[in-house]
């Protein structure tokens, strides 16, 4: 089966620097997506990674080793509103989007 | 603001009754997706469409249907409700050829509540 790994919560200090992993097993592979969830809002897109690396994006990071099948969400300089959810979510070989069931940030003061 | 639009924002409903969301894609955008999220769950995938025609399913239960129109909107039908059913409801588009087109842009969302 499809199958993706997020840890489900996460607790930061504002002005740190937090790392999400996502460990990813899938039909193929047509890359990997990083979104944003404030609670009770849509989602909103952060990165798509296809080739493996890091790309970086302001504050934000993503990193992608397909080799190992793990990506991670790198967050400098936290900000209150960055409390949110992360999703990951991968492309499979169908073109079919395999949703993480996402991680909780808490930033603490 | 996604460019995606979604009506209505909010649904208050009784059980056994039926409702129909809409949701308007991003210019240029082929395909959309409809969501459900219920209380802190994560994002269930219901069914896309491409430029009209079916295009994958997930865990749609047979209460539930959608189409896409011609002019690329698509809307959301939701029959027989239970209390169960109560949750945002998301729509998505993207161009869906392939990479970083499959990009999904998400509308704002319906809050359905059922009653």
């Known amino acids: 089966g499809q199958n993706i790994d997020q840890p489900t919560e996460m607790t930061a200090t504002e002005g740190a620097i937090v790392q999400i992993n996502c460990t990813y097993q899938t039909s193929g592979f047509n890359g990997l997506f990083w979104y944003q969830q404030h609670a009770g809002e849509a989602p909103t897109f952060l990165s798509y990674n296809v080739l493996d690396g890091l790309e970086e994006k302001g504050r934000f990071s993503s990193f992608l080793s397909r080799s190992k099948g793990y990506s991670y969400l790198l967050l400098k300089e936290l900000q209150m509103k960055d409390s949110a959810s992360y999703l990951c979510a991968v492309l499979d070989s169908n073109y079919q989007l395999i949703w993480g069931a996402g991680t909780k940030l808490i930033i603490k003061p | 603001d996604s460019g995606v639009t979604q009506t209505p924002k909010h649904l208050i409903t009784a059980t056994g009754q039926r409702v129909t969301l809409r949701c308007s894609p991003r210019?240029?955008?082929?395909?959309v997706y409809w969501y459900q999220q219920s209380l802190d769950q994560g994002l269930q995938f219901l069914i896309q469409y491409y430029n009209g025609e079916e295009r994958a399913k997930g865990n749609i239960l047979e209460r539930f249907s959608a189409q896409q129109f011609p002019d690329l909107h698509s809307e959301l039908n939701l029959s027989s409700l239970e209390l169960g059913d109560s949750a945002l409801y998301f729509c998505?588009?993207?161009?869906?050829?392939?990479?970083?087109?499959?990009?999904?842009?998400f509308g704002p969302g319906t809050r359905l509540l059922v009653l």
């Open positions: 210019s240029g955008d082929l395909s």
């Open positions: 998505a588009s993207s161009v869906a050829t392939g990479g970083g087109l499959e990009t999904q842009y």
